[in-house]
């Protein structure tokens, strides 16, 4: 335990022993749980394993694992944001009705939504961070303003429809000989997936979001920004939430209710990651396998034959039992 | 001199071959400690000498890998405060404990609310709060309505003793009560805790301030590195003897050697006229190459002032200047940016993210300060630099209090401040680490680091300053050469010619000499 | 957040303003305000405000969210929070018009389920909460979602009826008051009492104050809150059959729909009550339910859009807790 002590020599075998149990404890244990559950679905069903199903599924995860990546950043640096499903079918009703199937409309749209999904972020962190209203209460009062203001200006009612071009995020991909489709919301996924483990993990921007959330008075002290690397986050997670709503758009098409549900399934999946509410724990890989896991659950029961309304409830035992197996593991280890 | 055994009669507790680790760090090793009925029994040591931790174990908060303890000659174990607190054991702790949204009367009582019926009983309550705050003198001064949050520190204090009372304990601990009470408040504290002994309660006095002690106990038992020492009755030592049980060498084996005058350069940072909050008109020089030791009672703005200097609180009124140059500290980002460092006094909660890695808290500030001081750095040289081995990749809580220190140095030495701020640099940390952590502290000063060392031990700022300033009632009372005596000392920060300090501070230096 | 604190302040530094004493002094008088705004603005259109009717109609307005907002707040003051509140009401009201089938004698047998129902849920709740140490957003976001499944597995539509007698809850008066304000002011007194006149009052507020202190002062604090988590359950089951006493039947759907979850929080902030523990009182968070249900009002008189009126809500409840935490900010700045 303390610096000195130099590993004890010993057998060979031992030592490899000793490192393969360092390295499997390295891995986050949700993805094992999602190699469990990916094996368990194709011994029920070995054609999910294929390239065709396989792509078909993540496409399908894509939407969640995006959100679940976004809100990591704002879980580790200890805050909350439930406002991303209300933006997630903002993003789905403004599209529609801004371009209403035009596809000239579409490359001016997605820009403007994402400075939309940024500006929200924003107003999140700055009301969070400078009013200093608990996150919890910011971001609930932002889902009822986006709520309230989306069908205000859209008179009730989805209306317009989107542009195959806009669809298409979510809808089609690239043939691949062989292999079968390869989604673009699967290669959105990868790239932002990518992209923003790059930016938690390997960034100072990320070393500084872990330190906001795990001691925010240390890391004021040590010169970081809290409030900015706060906001930032809430920024991130808004710009998370447009692109999963384009995607979601994309492969649902314009419904009111689109973004249901779904920041309660992006905290989910960042639990189910092994995320601790509270901050200064979490990675976006396990954020994503924690989506991935959710869905890949939601498909075995499926194939189980469980009652779609079932989902629901076995999805809250394991987001509890997530929790308390992270909260046992914290007090363990001291 | 030898061990007072006390034989007179049973003792009220007995405690034997206590030994406790944390993580594998030994902080008790085979302690025992007596105490006999109506005694003011004093547990004394330098910080982290253990005595928090004994008492803790005493009450139940901790567990002991080893011994045990005895209440009037029966074995007591208890696992619970609230065990400790039915057998008649009360204690105060260091860290005050209560609501401050509730009444007085809702703090002392709370867990035992008194009632009738259903319906807590607040008449009934808020009258034996008033007796019990009667027992300390202070019913006149402490209603038992009021709100503790508004209460004055010395009267929140007042409130946790009448709560500790409330149990009508047998033996009462207090543990360093008087860290944040002013001369004239520990002399009442003082007053109350005697008419307790004369009430009949034995009282178990922490402490590491040799005055109070002289002052206040009857017999002293002393603990060094986690072992008991001695134990001696108050009236057959003096303080020499006692500082020579505490520290158990002479004082200037473990402090380097202090710089040559010649070695001393430009001054790095200077104050003028500065102020906010408690502070006003303070002028200060900091030098290259020189430890600046900086003295003062609790209270007096030490922590404030080092606050100042690295942009936390906003200066009111006077100037900064560093390397001559006006500057204004307006956040800790640009103290930072402008070469200033703060090592915090409170590691766990103010200087390191403890769920983090070596690597990760070691590299927070540079990266917080942007993209090219990152490239500068390289980890393993800055690890090498404070004598940090092991994995990098370790989280940070699991390390000792000395490595933990070494890894805010690490932070600093990072972004390559060239004033650096150390608030009680060897708190909680053991005597092997204290001692390297001195020698850094010299080394970065040798290398041309403006230093300013806060420390409320004066031996610590007697071996290490080459210039002594003492605050007192936030401003600079005076500044002192290096080698000053602790009377000295004391004599500026009190600000009256106390002969009982003057007496244990010319040991003191003595010891050093 | 770096302001100089000394270390021997007390274990949490709260906020030395309005507290147990008086706190919802303050939230009356704001809704006195609005009241007064609000009567004017509808005379001056040329309405009428002071109606019986239209008095009648906010106070059972207020009765639904009223319930469950008390509830909410003895779990907030404990340091908890419960979203699960939404599909208890839920179960609730499909469990009675389920049991009652419409039938008069079994009236009293579908109260009981719904209750021993109510006291399951908020027992499991707090049990994974203190128990297993899950964090309590995420302990009742699984409990909900556990409740919805097997609800919406079971029933997807009206199911069974009320009797005609169990309406008058939700229909009767005694004179001008209506039963249900009757029931609502009953359970804000008896919560009252519990919080301000009993031990367990004192030790939820300690517990929320400082967990630490009270366990260091022999407070039993996962007992107190699972018994904070049981009572907000059981007022969650009287919104669900004061809901069913209207509806005649219920519907899976009654609870989420309404709301109620994150409703009966932003109620208990609104009135005063600490998202972090340790403060409020009832007396508030009725305030606080009876602003929202004023402005209600007036949109209905203005014929507001309903969509405007969940955005101007959304502005109202982030103001109220951001003008809470500048009053705060302000007198720590003093102390």
Redesign the interface.
């Known amino acids: 335990?303390?610096?000195?002590v130099a590993p004890p020599p010993g057998p060979a075998a031992e030592r490899a022993g000793a490192r393969a149990r360092r390295l499997l404890r390295a891995v986050p244990p949700i993805w094992l749980v999602l190699a469990v559950v990916i094996v368990l679905i194709a011994w029920r069903n070995p054609t999910f394993v294929e390239p065709g199903p396989f792509l078909a599924f993540l496409r399908r995860c894509a939407p969640l694992a995006v959100l679940a990546a976004g809100q990591v950043f704002v879980i580790i640096a200890g805050e909350?944001d439930?406002s991303v499903g209300a933006l997630v079918t903002a993003v789905v009703v403004v599209a529609a009705r801004l371009s209403d199937g035009d596809p000239a409309a579409t490359w001016w749209l997605i820009p403007l939504l994402l400075a939309a999904g940024a500006g929200v972020g924003l107003v999140n962190g700055l009301?969070t961070t400078r009013?200093?209203?608990?996150s919890?209460?910011?971001t609930?009062?932002?889902?009822?303003?986006l709520?309230?203001?989306?069908?205000?200006w859209s008179g009730?009612a989805p209306r317009g429809s989107l542009a195959d071009n806009f669809r298409q995020f979510g809808r089609f991909g690239i043939e691949l000989p062989g292999l079968g489709q390869l989604p673009y919301a699967v290669l959105i996924l990868v790239a932002v997936g990518v992209g923003l483990w790059l930016l938690l993990s390997h960034s100072?921007f990320g070393?500084?979001v872990?330190?906001a959330g795990?001691?925010?008075?240390?890391?004021?002290?040590?010169?970081?920004?809290?409030r900015r690397v706060r906001t930032v986050a809430f920024v991130i997670s808004g710009l998370a939430a447009v692109v999963a709503g384009i995607l979601l758009g994309g492969f649902t098409g314009v419904t009111a209710e689109a973004g249901v549900g779904y920041e309660?399934q992006a905290?989910?999946a960042v639990?189910l990651g092994g995320a601790?509410?509270?901050g200064?724990?979490g990675s976006v890989g396990a954020a994503l396998a924690g989506a991935l896991t959710l869905q890949s659950v939601f498909t075995l029961l499926n194939l189980l034959g469980l009652?779609k309304?079932?989902?629901?409830?076995?999805?809250?035992?394991i987001?509890?039992g997530a929790?308390?197996y992270a909260?046992?593991r914290l007090?363990r280890s001291? | 001199m030898t061990d007072d055994n006390g034989a007179r009669g049973p003792a009220l507790l007995g405690m034997h071959g206590i030994s406790k680790s944390f993580?594998?760090?030994p902080v008790l090793n085979d302690v025992r400690l007596e105490c006999f009925p109506g005694e003011i029994h004093a547990v004394m040591g330098e910080n982290g000498a253990g005595k928090s931790t004994l008492m803790k174990i005493l009450v139940g908060v901790h567990q002991p890998d080893a011994g045990r303890i005895e209440l009037d000659g029966t074995p007591v174990r208890f696992h619970h405060p609230r065990q400790a607190l039915a057998a008649g054991v009360s204690i105060v702790h260091q860290e005050l404990n209560l609501l401050p949204d509730r009444t007085v009367a809702e703090n002392i009582f709370l867990g035992r609310e008194p009632r009738r019926r259903f319906t807590v009983d607040r008449t009934a309550m808020d009258r034996a709060a008033t007796r019990l705050l009667a027992t300390l003198r202070a019913d006149d001064l402490i209603s038992p309505r009021a709100l503790v949050g508004r209460l004055p520190v010395a009267q929140q204090q007042l409130v946790e003793i009448a709560r500790a009372l409330s149990y009508a304990p047998r033996l009462l601990v207090l543990d360093e009560p008087t860290a944040a009470l002013s001369p004239h408040e520990v002399d009442t504290l003082f007053e109350r805790i005697r008419r307790l002994r004369a009430d009949g309660l034995t009282v178990l006095y922490i402490s590491h301030r040799l005055k109070e002690i002289f002052d206040l106990t009857d017999r002293i038992t002393v603990l060094k590195d986690g072992r008991r020492v001695a134990t001696v009755r108050t009236s057959e030592v003096d303080t020499r003897a006692l500082v020579h049980l505490m520290v158990g060498r002479e004082l200037d084996h473990y402090y380097p050697p202090r710089a040559a005058p010649e070695r001393i350069g430009p001054v790095r940072l200077a104050l003028r006229g500065a102020g906010a909050g408690p502070l006003h008109d303070i002028d200060l020089d900091l030098r290259a190459g020189e430890i600046t030791g900086l003295a003062g009672l609790a209270g007096s703005g030490r922590t404030e002032l080092a606050r100042l200097l690295?942009g936390?609180t906003r200066m009111t009124s006077g100037s900064v200047e560093l390397d001559g140059r006006v500057r204004r500290l307006r956040s800790?980002?640009h103290a930072?940016?402008s070469g200033v460092g703060?090592l915090?006094e409170d590691r766990k909660?103010?200087?390191?993210?403890?769920?983090?890695s070596v690597r990760?808290n070691s590299?927070?500030?540079v990266?917080?300060?942007?993209?090219r001081a990152?490239r500068r750095v390289g980890l393993g040289d800055l690890l090498d630099r404070v004598g940090?081995?092991?994995s990098t990749a370790?989280e940070v809580?699991?390390?000792?209090g000395g490595?933990q220190q070494k890894v805010v140095l690490a932070?600093w030495l990072a972004?390559g401040a060239r004033v650096l701020i150390f608030d009680e640099p060897t708190r909680g940390v053991d005597v092997g680490a204290k001692a390297s952590i001195h020698e850094l502290m010299r080394e970065l000063a040798d290398a041309g680091t403006a230093i300013l060392m806060i420390s409320s031990e004066l031996p610590e700022v007697i071996g290490m300053a080459d210039r002594i300033v003492v605050l007192r009632e936030g401003t600079v009372a005076g500044e002192l050469p290096a080698g000053a005596s602790e009377a000295e000392i004391m004599l500026l920060a009190t600000g009256e010619p106390d002969r009982r300090a003057a007496a244990v501070g010319a040991t003191g230096a003595g010891g050093a000499a | 957040?770096?302001a100089s604190t000394t270390a021997r302040r007390p274990a949490r530094v709260g906020l030395p303003l309005d507290t147990a004493a008086a706190s919802s002094a303050p939230v009356w008088l704001v809704f006195g305000g609005v009241f007064a705004v609000a009567w004017l603005l509808v005379e001056l259109n040329g309405g009428q405000f002071m109606t019986v009717e239209n008095l009648q109609n906010m106070a059972v307005r207020s009765v639904a969210l009223g319930l469950v907002a008390v509830g909410q707040t003895i779990v907030l003051i404990g340091g908890s929070l419960d979203l699960s509140v939404a599909y208890m009401v839920s179960v609730t009201a499909v469990g009675a018009s389920f049991v009652m089938q419409g039938d008069p004698d079994r009236m009293a047998l579908g109260v009981a389920v719904t209750l021993v129902l109510g006291v399951v849920v908020g027992l499991v709740n707090g049990l994974?909460v203190t128990g297993?140490?899950?964090?309590a957003?995420?302990?009742t976001?699984?409990?909900?979602?556990?409740?919805?499944?097997?609800?919406?597995?079971l029933f997807t539509n009206f199911t069974g009826a009320v009797p005609r007698q169990f309406q008058g809850l939700g229909y009767q008066a005694l004179g001008p008051v209506p039963v249900a304000v009757l029931l609502l002011l009953a359970v804000v007194a008896l919560a009252w009492y519990l919080l301000r006149r009993t031990r367990f009052g004192y030790h939820l507020y300690a517990v929320g104050g400082s967990a630490e202190a009270a366990r260091l002062s022999g407070v039993r604090t996962d007992r107190v809150v699972v018994t904070a988590h049981v009572l907000c359950s059981l007022t969650a089951v009287l919104t669900g059959l004061f809901l069913v006493s209207r509806l005649r039947s219920g519907a899976p759907w009654v609870g989420p729909d309404g709301g109620y979850d994150?409703e009966s929080?932003?109620a208990a902030?609104v009135g005063g009550t600490a998202?972090?523990g340790g403060r409020g009182s009832v007396a508030g968070t009725l305030a606080g339910v009876l602003i929202l249900a004023v402005i209600d009002q007036v949109f209905n008189e203005f014929e507001v859009?309903a969509?405007?009126?969940?955005?101007?809500?959304?502005?109202i409840?982030?103001g109220a807790?951001?003008l809470y935490?500048?009053r705060s900010?302000r007198s720590e700045g003093s102390f």
């Open positions: 335990m303390t610096a000195t909350f439930l009301v009013l200093r209203v608990p919890f209460i910011a609930l009062g932002m889902l009822l303003v709520n309230g203001a989306v069908f205000l009730g100072r070393h500084q872990y330190a795990g001691n925010p008075r240390a890391a004021a002290l040590s010169g970081v920004d809290v309660f905290i989910a639990v601790v509410l509270g200064g724990r009652a309304s079932l989902r629901d409830a076995v999805q809250g035992l987001i509890i929790a308390a909260a046992h007090r001291g | 993580f594998g760090v690295f936390a800790v980002r930072i940016r703060l915090t909660t103010e200087g390191l993210v403890l769920q983090l990760d590299l927070l500030a990266r917080a300060l942007g993209r990152v940090l081995r092991g370790r809580r699991y390390l000792s490595n932070r972004t | 957040m770096t994974i297993l140490r899950v964090n957003f995420i302990a976001l699984g409990t909900s979602l556990v409740m919805s499944g097997i609800l919406n597995a994150l929080i932003a902030v998202l972090a859009n969509f405007l009126k969940t955005l101007i809500r959304g502005v409840i982030v807790v951001a935490a500048a900010r």
